[in-house]
C-alpha cells in the first residue's frame, strides 16, 4: 500500500524526518518496501519572473526573454506565444534536466542568440498535457524559490507492505495511528462532518445477512461528476491511482484514507432499490473491470429488480456505473462478511482493492462515518441534496475482550515492559484496558484473538531490538545422532558417489507426461503446474536426470555422469531413490588407450555395486535377474535383488527407443537404487565380533569349465562357491573364452577358488576330495572340466 | 714370493681391468682359475711338494687366487652396474605426456549447505525431521491457522496434487517391470529422531500420500504440494512428546519463476517446543546459528514484527550485508557504512492455536518455528546470483559450485568449505 508524507501528515501530527518515519514503519511491522519522490525530478526549477520580451533578430516565432530566477537577469530565448514581460513562470537553469524528455539544460546559442535555460510548459514538467504556452503562475508567486515546494509537489511516495492480518493499515489513517502509538507523533482527531439529509433515505433492503450484515445508503441528487480537484487527483495519482472523476475519486480517496471501501451507483440507471441477496444460478454481470462474471449462485450480490449491480464487496457493476452525465446518484457503504467475499473472489478469480479490505475485514463500526465523510466530499465537491440515510441491517460491532496476563510479555516475548508501559502501548493503539487487565479490542483489530496477540502489539511497538539473546540450555544427556539411519544412509551414498566421480544434480520432481510414461505414467499430477512439461510427480529419477544429459551433450560436454537423490512419487508414498545416468564417452581417445570408449552395462553394474556396498548392503548375497523394465535394453539390463522379490536396484544400457525420446544417442547407461529398500542394519553397540587371523595360508586352485553358451556365469560361480563351504572361501571367475578348441554353443568358464585351510595344511588327498567336489558342483549346472 | 707370481699377479688384474664385458671377463676367470688356468696350475704344484716348501710357497699362491677372484667380482659388478644403468636409461620415457585424468564428481550446494546445517543445529541439539512433499491441504495449511477464506492462502501460489489413476493400477516400480522394492527397509519419512538421551521416537505415519492417521477425518483429502516445510511441525508435534528439537530440510514447491524464484525449491525449518521457550532463546538461536553457517562473528540481524498465521508473536529477520566489489557479502553493520538489510528468514513464536490443533496443551507447552530458504542461504554464502540453474544438472555450473566429496561439513574442520 502506498502513500504519501503529506497524506500522513494530514492524520498525524509529527516533527519527525522522513528517515525516522521509514525506519519507524518497518520497526513497528509495516515494512518499507520503496520510497522515491516524483516531486525530485523538479528540484532544479525555480520560479522566474520575465523582465523584458523583445523580438529574435534571426527567427520570427522566437523571443529573446530577460529573465529573474533570483539571482539577476539572465538571457534565454523563448519559443512560447505567451511569454510576455511581467509573466510569472517556471524556469530550469543549465544544468537541470526536463522531465518529458530527459533534455539536459545547457547555455547554447539559439539562432545565433544565447541561452542562459528553459522557460517551461506544464508537459515538459510532466504536470499536464498543456503544451499550448509556458506556464503561468500567479503574480504572488516567491521569485527565485523552488518551484518544487511551492507547488507542493514534494511530496515522497511510500510503499508500505501491509501484512494481511493489519486491514486497519489499509488506510492511511491506520498507518498514522500505528506510528502515533510508537511515539513518532500524535494522531489528529478525525473531523466527521454532519451532513443534513432531507428526506427518506434510498430504498436499499439486507436478505443475505450472513454475506452482508449491513447495507448503509444515502443518495444525493442534482449534482455535478466532473474532475476531482487538484490535491485529491494528485494524491491518489501519486499513489499509483488514475484519476477517473470526482465521484468515482472520492469512493477511492475515502478508501485509501480511512480504508473504508464504497459504491457508488448512478439512480438514473437502477429499476426500484436494491437488495443485498444471494446470486441466483447463472446470473450474470458486467463488472466495472468489462469482464462478464456468470455467477455459480450463492455470491453476496447487490441488485435491483432488474440485475445485479455489484459482486457484493468486491467489484461494481458497469451499468449502473457513474458517468459525466450523473445527476442523482446512491452512495453504498456496507459491511461484508470476511469469509463470504474471500470465497467468492477466490471462485471468480477477481481481486480488487476492495476485495483486499473486506477478506481481511473492514472496520464494522464506521459505517455511519465513512458514509457521512464520503457524502460530505460529494455534496461539497459535485453540489446536489443529500436524501437521509438508510440503514439496512446492523454491523457486527460487539467487541471482543481479552484477559491479558501483562506476565506473559517476559515470559512469551522475552522482554520486560512495565505494566504502565504495556497499559500505555496498548491504550495508544486504541484498546481499552481496564484495572483488572480485561483488554477491551478495538473494533479494526479484527485480528487481535488472544493473550499472544497483545503480547505482539507490546513487543512490535516497544522494538523488537530491545529482545535479548537468551541461549537456549544444552539439552541433558549424551549427544545421540540427530540425523535418523535414513538420512545417515542418503549423506553416505552422496558422498561416494561424488568420490566415485559423479557429480550430483537436483532435477525438478515434476516431469511432463511424454517423459514418465515410458517409467509407468506416475501416480501424481499436479492440477495446476506452471508449465505442461511439468505436470507429472516423477515416478523415477531418470527422466530428470535423462533431460540433465541430453542439455549436457548439447553443451557440447563429451562424457556426462550425473546422479541424484531425491525421492520417487508412487501411488503409495514418497520413497528415496539414487539415479545415476553416464551418456557420451567412458573414456576419451588417448595415447595410452586408442580410441574413445563408451559406457556399457558392466560400468552400471560397477556403480551400483560400489555403491551399494558403501550402503553397508550384502553385496555378495545379491542376485542379478531380469526385470529392469522395458526402458532399458532387454539383453543388457537386469536388477539386483535380495532374495527373489526385494529389488535393490535396476541397471543397464538404455533401451535406444528411451534414449532417442531423450534426445540421446544410444549407448546411455543408467541406473537406479532404491534406497527405502535396503535393509537396516542390524545390531546394536560398537561392539565387532573378536577376530583371529588363519594361521596358514590360503591356497588357489584354476579350474575350467565348459557350460553351454546360456548358463549365467553367476549361476557356475555360485554352484562352485557351495561345493565346499567349510573350506572355499572364495570363486572368482576369471576367464570367458569361446572360439578354438571350444565346442559351438558352448563357452569356456575359468575360476579362481581359494581355499582357507583350518588348523593344518590340505593334504593331497583332501585337496583331491575338494577338487572333485567342485567338479561335481559344476556339473549339477550342466559345467563338464574342461580337458 | 716370486718374480713369477707378481708378473702373473699384475697380468691378470691388468687383463680384469681391461675386460670390457661379462664375456670378456668371463674368459678371464678361466684362464686364471679355470680347470686349465693359470692360478689352478699352480696350486696343483703345491701337492708335490715337501710341507716346508709348500709353507713357503703356498701363501703366495692363495693370496694371489684371493686377489684375482675378489678383483673379478668387483669388476663383474661393475659391468653389470654400468649395463643396467644403459638399460634403464634405453627405457626413459616422455612423463610429460598427459595422464587419464579421474572423472570430476562432486556434490550440489544445496546437499552441501544442508548437511553444513545439519551439523550446526546438532551442535545446538536439534535432530533432522522429513514429512512428504505431496501433502494434504489439513497439514500443510488448516493446521497452521489458514483456514479456506484465510488471505494467507494467495501468499502461497499453492500446487494442487492428485492421484492420476485409482489407487491399486499403480506401477509401483519406476523400473515398470521390476516388482516394488518392499518398504520394509523404511520410508523416506520416518519419524524423527529425539537429541535428547532416553526418548524413543514415536512411529510417524508421515512416508506415503494419502496419510493415514487422525487427520484423515479433518480432510476432505484434497492434496498440495506443501508450500513450506512447517507441515513437518505439525506432524513433529502429533507424533513427540515435547520437549522438541528439531528441523526439517526438504524441497518445497509454488507456482513462481524468475531470477530468485522457481516452482521447486528448498526451505529448512527449525520449530523447538518446551517449558518457558520466548522470543529471546529465538534471537539467539537465529544469531548462533547464522554466525556459524557464515562463520563470521560480526553478523548483524534485524527483527521485524511479521505476520504468519501460525506463529504469534511473528518477526522476519534481516541479515545486514556490505558492499564489497560490487558484491553483497553477509556480515557487518549496515547502520555503519556502505550496505544493507537482506531479508532471510521468517520467524515466531508457535501459535497457540498450532499447539492446540496437535494435541497438545498451550498453556503448558510454547515455542518458535522459523523458516528459510536452503537455496538462498547458499546463493548469500557462495555467491550464485541466479536461483534457476541451481536444477538444470548443467555439469559445467555443477563443476563451479559443487563441493569435493570429501569436504564434509564438520564442527571441527568449519561447517563452510
Known amino acids: 500500500m502506498k502513500i504519501t508524507l503529506g497524506w500522513l501528515h494530514q492524520h498525524l501530527d509529527t516533527d519527525a524526518t522522513l528517515d525516522t518515519i521509514l525506519d519507524g514503519l518497518t520497526r513497528i511491522g509495516l515494512e518499507v518496501e520503496g520510497v522515491e519522490n516524483p516531486g525530485e525530478k523538479l528540484s532544479a526549477f525555480r520560479i522566474a519572473r520575465v523582465l523584458t520580451a523583445e523580438p529574435h533578430p534571426q527567427a520570427d516565432k522566437l523571443q529573446v526573454l530577460s529573465v529573474d530566477a533570483g539571482d539577476g537577469p539572465l538571457q534565454v530565448v523563448c519559443g512560447a506565444p505567451n511569454a510576455r514581460a511581467g509573466l510569472i513562470g517556471v524556469f530550469g537553469m543549465p544544468g537541470a534536466t526536463v522531465p518529458a524528455n530527459g533534455m539536459l539544460l545547457k547555455v547554447a546559442a539559439i539562432r545565433g542568440v544565447e541561452s542562459n535555460g528553459m522557460m517551461c510548459s506544464t508537459r515538459e514538467l510532466e504536470l499536464g498535457e498543456d503544451h499550448d504556452g509556458i506556464i503561468e503562475l500567479p503574480a504572488d508567486a516567491p521569485v527565485g524559490t523552488p518551484f518544487l515546494a511551492y507547488a507542493g509537489l514534494d511530496d515522497p511516495v511510500i510503499d508500505v507492505s501491509v501484512t494481511p492480518n493489519r486491514q486497519d493499515c489499509m488506510g492511511v489513517r491506520g498507518i498514522a495511528r500505528d506510528l502515533a502509538a510508537a511515539g513518532y507523533g500524535t494522531l489528529k482527531a478525525l473531523a466527521v462532518p454532519v451532513v443534513e439529509g432531507i428526506g427518506e433515505g434510498p430504498d436499499v433492503r439486507v436478505e443475505d445477512a450472513a454475506g452482508c450484515p449491513a447495507f448503509h445508503a444515502q443518495a444525493v441528487r442534482g449534482l455535478t461528476n466532473g474532475e476531482s480537484p487538484d490535491w485529491m487527483r494528485r494524491r491518489l495519482a501519486a499513489i499509483g491511482q488514475k484519476p477517473i472523476s470526482t465521484l468515482v475519486d472520492i469512493t477511492n480517496y475515502v478508501m485509501f484514507d480511512l480504508g473504508r471501501p464504497l459504491h457508488v451507483y448512478d439512480m438514473a440507471k437502477l429499476d426500484g432499490g436494491l437488495v443485498a441477496r444471494q446470486a441466483r444460478v447463472g446470473e450474470s454481470v458486467v463488472a466495472l473491470n468489462g469482464k462478464s462474471y456468470t455467477l455459480n449462485g450463492g455470491e453476496t450480490v447487490i441488485a435491483d429488480n432488474a440485475a445485479v449491480h455489484d459482486i457484493g464487496g468486491i467489484m461494481g457493476g458497469e451499468h449502473s456505473g457513474v458517468s459525466a452525465t450523473t445527476t442523482d446518484v446512491l452512495i453504498e457503504c456496507a459491511y461484508f462478511t470476511p469469509e463470504a467475499i474471500a470465497r467468492t473472489g477466490q471462485k471468480l478469480a477477481l481481486t480488487s482493492d476492495a476485495r483486499t479490505r473486506f477478506e481481511r475485514g473492514v472496520d464494522p463500526a464506521f459505517l455511519d462515518q465513512g458514509l457521512a465523510i464520503a457524502t460530505d466530499y460529494v455534496l461539497r465537491l459535485c453540489g446536489g441534496q443529500a436524501s437521509g440515510v438508510t440503514k439496512a441491517g446492523s454491523p457486527p460491532t460487539d467487541l471482543r475482550t481479552i484477559t491479558h496476563q501483562p506476565g506473559r510479555v517476559a515470559s512469551l516475548g522475552g522482554m520486560d515492559v512495565t505494566e504502565d508501559r504495556q497499559r500505555d502501548i496498548l491504550e495508544r493503539l486504541g484498546f481499552a484496558v481496564g484495572d483488572d487487565w480485561q483488554v477491551t479490542v478495538p473494533s479494526w483489530r479484527r485480528d487481535v484473538e488472544g493473550t499472544a496477540d497483545l503480547v505482539e502489539e507490546v513487543i512490535r511497538i516497544e522494538g523488537l531490538d530491545k529482545v535479548p539473546s537468551t541461549p537456549l540450555d544444552r539439552p541433558a544427556g549424551v549427544a545421540l545422532p540427530t540425523a535418523t539411519p535414513e538420512q545417515k544412509l542418503e549423506r553416505r551414498m552422496r558422498r561416494a558417489a561424488a568420490a566415485r566421480g559423479l557429480a550430483e544434480a537436483i532435477t525438478w520432481s515434476f516431469i511432463a507426461d511424454d517423459e514418465a510414461a515410458p517409467f509407468g505414467g506416475g501416480a501424481w499430477e499436479v492440477v495446476n503446474p506452471i508449465a505442461s512439461d511439468m505436470r507429472v510427480m516423477r515416478p523415477s529419477l531418470l527422466p530428470g536426470l535423462l533431460s540433465a544429459a541430453a542439455r549436457n551433450i548439447k553443451r557440447g560436454q563429451s562424457s556426462v555422469r550425473l546422479f541424484e537423490i531425491g525421492r520417487r512419487y508412487l501411488a503409495d508414498g514418497e520413497r528415496m531413490t539414487l539415479g545415476i545416468v553416464f551418456a557420451g564417452e567412458r573414456s576419451p581417445r588417448s595415447w595410452r588407450g586408442g580410441k574413445a570408449q563408451g559406457f556399457d552395462a558392466f560400468d552400471a553394474k560397477a556403480e551400483v555395486l560400489a555403491l551399494l556396498e558403501a550402503a553397508g548392503a550384502p553385496v555378495a548375497n545379491l542376485q542379478v535377474m531380469d526385470g529392469a523394465g522395458d526402458v532399458f535394453h532387454p539383453g543388457q539390463s537386469a536388477t539386483l535383488r535380495l532374495g527373489p522379490k526385494t529389488v535393490l536396484a535396476s541397471f543397464g544400457v538404455l533401451h535406444p527407443t528411451t534414449a532417442k525420446a531423450f534426445d540421446l544417442a544410444a549407448g546411455v547407461v543408467a541406473a537406479e537404487l532404491y534406497l527405502d529398500a535396503l535393509p537396516a542394519k542390524r545390531g546394536s553397540g560398537f561392539m565387532r565380533a573378536a577376530y583371529t587371523p588363519p594361521a596358514l595360508q590360503a591356497v588357489t586352485r584354476d579350474f575350467a569349465f565348459l557350460v553351454a553358451e546360456d548358463v549365467a556365469g553367476d549361476q557356475l560361480v555360485r554352484a562352485v562357491r557351495g561345493a565346499d563351504k567349510a573350506a572355499i572361501v572364495d570363486a572368482r571367475l576369471f576367464d570367458v573364452f569361446a572360439g578354438q578348441g571350444v565346442e559351438p554353443g558352448h563357452k569356456s568358464l575359468a575360476i579362481e577358488v581359494t581355499l582357507q585351510p583350518g588348523a593344518k595344511s590340505f593334504t593331497d588327498v583332501e585337496l583331491k576330495a575338494i577338487s572333485d567336489k567342485i567338479v561335481a558342483a559344476a556339473a549339477k549346472v550342466g559345467g563338464s572340466l574342461r580337458a | ?417
Open chain 2, 1 to 417: 714370493m716370486t718374480p713369477d707370481l707378481d708378473q702373473l699377479r699384475a697380468d691378470l688384474l691388468a687383463a680384469i681391468d681391461a675386460s670390457a664385458g661379462v664375456d670378456a671377463l668371463e674368459a678371464v676367470r678361466v684362464h686364471a682359475l679355470g680347470k686349465q688356468g693359470a692360478i689352478t696350475g699352480l696350486l696343483k704344484t703345491l701337492g708335490a711338494l715337501s710341507p716346508e716348501e709348500r709353507q713357503t710357497v703356498a701363501p703366495g699362491i692363495h693370496a694371489l687366487r684371493e686377489a684375482v677372484t675378489t678383483a673379478i667380482g668387483a669388476r663383474k659388478a661393475d659391468l653389470e652396474a654400468k649395463a643396467l644403468a644403459a638399460k634403464l636409461a634405453s627405457e626413459r620415457v616422455d612423463l610429460t605426456l598427459p595422464v587419464d585424468r579421474a572423472a570430476p564428481g562432486g556434490v550440489h550446494p544445496v546437499s552441501q549447505v544442508m548437511d553444513e546445517l545439519a551439523e550446526i543445529f546438532a551442535d545446538l541439539g536439534f535432530a533432522v525431521a522429513t514429512g512428504p512433499e505431496i501433502e494434504d491441504d489439513w497439514h500443510n495449511f488448516t493446521a497452521l491457522n489458514i483456514p479456506e477464506t484465510h488471505p494467507a492462502r494467495a501468499m502461497h501460489d499453492t500446487f494442487y496434487a492428485q492421484p492420476r489413476r485409482p489407487q491399486g493400477e499403480q506401477r509401483a516400480s519406476a523400473a515398470g517391470g521390476a516388482e516394488a522394492p518392499s518398504d520394509d527397509g523404511g520410508s523416506a519419512t520416518g519419524a524423527p529422531q529425539s537429541a535428547r538421551a532416553g526418548q524413543s521416537p514415536s512411529p510417524s505415519d508421515g512416508a506415503g500420500a494419502p496419510p493415514a492417521g487422525p487427520e484423515q477425518d479433518r480432510t476432505a483429502q484434497r492434496f498440495v504440494l506443501r508450500t513450506h516445510t512447517s507441515p513437518v511441525q505439525i506432524r513433529t508435534m502429533m507424533t513427540q512428546q515435547p520437549p522438541i528439537r528439531i528441523i526439517a530440510p526438504g524441497r518445497v514447491y509454488r507456482s513462481d519463476s524468475d531470477a530468485t524464484h522457481t516452482p521447486m525449491f528448498h526451505q529448512i525449518e527449525g520449530l523447538v517446543i518446551d517449558r518457558g521457550i520466548h522470543m529471546g532463546h529465538l534471537k539467539w538461536t537465529l544469531e548462533t546459528f547464522l554466525k556459524a553457517y557464515f562463520e563470521r562473528d560480526d553478523i548483524v540481524l534485524r527483527l521485524r514484527p511479521s505476520y504468519f498465521p501460525f506463529t504469534e508473536p511473528s518477526a522476519e529477520v534481516d541479515i545486514g550485508y556490505t558492499l564489497e566489489k560490487g558484491r553483497r557479502v553477509v556480515g557487518g553493520d549496515p547502520a555503519k557504512g556502505n550496505g544493507g538489510w537482506m531479508e532471510v528468514l521468517g520467524s515466531g513464536m508457535v501459535h497457540p492455536k498450532v499447539i492446540a490443533a496437535c494435541g497438545l496443551d498451550p498453556d503448558e507447552w510454547q515455542g518458535f518455528a522459523f523458516g528459510t530458504g536452503v537455496d538462498r542461504l547458499a546463493m548469500l554464502k557462495y555467491g550464485m546470483d541466479d536461483l534457476r540453474p541451481f536444477f538444470d544438472g548443467d555439469l559445467r555450473w555443477l563443476k563451479h559450485y559443487g563441493f569435493a566429496a570429501l569436504d564434509v561439513p564438520t564442527l571441527s574442520g568449519g561447517v563452510g568449505a
